[in-house]
């Protein structure tokens, strides 16, 4: 009966260890997959992300691809090329289900062809900021807390978008 209790004991302390290792040792949350754009079971367009440009955009093909090059390592950068000046091009996340009136922070990398290129990244239906791009890799963040998440209730999404001709490079974009 001892080395009953003895096992036991040490069974337990083991397994707070290691349960209590394993949660020290976890990366700070983001709420996006495959943020990395490492999968992409359909053709050149990320898991668990999307967009509606190819109703809008008769000649789609070479206006997503995935490249190597980004800021970072062991992430890829997502080519977003737009041929219409004035067609909204916008990439968007998956519908996550997360509350909603709390503040969250989208950051993300992007680049552009030429100087001054506007995109604007979107919390939800209802917050948004409009930067503008170099052609130099530049990190930028936005924080807002959306009362409209998404037309799914109880849903919230992520998105970059443009209207301007030309490309732009998307990498790493965390939610938080």
């Given at each position: 009966?001892q080395?009953?209790?003895?096992a036991?004991?040490?069974g337990v302390v083991a397994?707070s260890v290691i349960v209590?290792g394993?949660q020290?040792l976890?990366a700070?949350?983001n709420l996006?997959?495959n943020s990395?754009?490492?999968?992409?079971?359909?053709?050149?367009?990320?898991d668990?992300?999307?967009?509606g440009v190819?109703?809008?955009?008769r000649q789609?093909?070479?206006?997503?691809?995935?490249?190597?090059g980004?800021?970072?390592?062991?992430v890829?950068?997502?080519?977003?090329?737009?041929?219409?000046?004035g067609t909204?091009?916008?990439?968007?996340s998956?519908a996550?289900?997360l509350?909603?009136g709390?503040p969250?922070?989208?950051?993300?990398?992007?680049?552009?062809?030429?100087?001054?290129?506007?995109?604007t990244?979107r919390i939800?239906?209802d917050?948004s900021?409009?930067v503008l791009?170099?052609?130099k890799?530049q990190r930028?963040?936005?924080t807002a807390?959306?009362?409209?998440g998404?037309?799914a209730?109880g849903?919230?999404?992520?998105?970059?978008?443009?209207?301007?001709t030309g490309?732009?490079w998307?990498?790493?974009?965390?939610?938080?």
């Amino acid at each position: 009966m001892q080395g009953f209790t003895f096992a036991l004991i040490l069974g337990v302390v083991a397994t707070s260890v290691i349960v209590g290792g394993a949660q020290t040792l976890t990366a700070p949350a983001n709420l996006l997959r495959n943020s990395h754009f490492w999968w992409a079971s359909n053709g050149e367009v990320p898991d668990w992300w999307g967009t509606g440009v190819p109703e809008r955009i008769r000649q789609w093909h070479g206006c997503l691809s995935l490249e190597e090059g980004a800021p970072l390592p062991g992430v890829r950068a997502l080519r977003l090329f737009n041929p219409q000046e004035g067609t909204p091009f916008q990439l968007q996340s998956y519908a996550y289900a997360l509350p909603i009136g709390k503040p969250y922070t989208f950051s993300v990398y992007l680049r552009a062809e030429r100087e001054n290129f506007p995109v604007t990244l979107r919390i939800g239906y209802d917050q948004s900021t409009r930067v503008l791009v170099s052609t130099k890799w530049q990190r930028f963040v936005f924080t807002a807390t959306p009362k409209r998440g998404h037309w799914a209730p109880g849903r919230l999404i992520v998105a970059v978008s443009f209207s301007q001709t030309g490309p732009l490079w998307v990498a790493a974009p965390p939610f938080e």
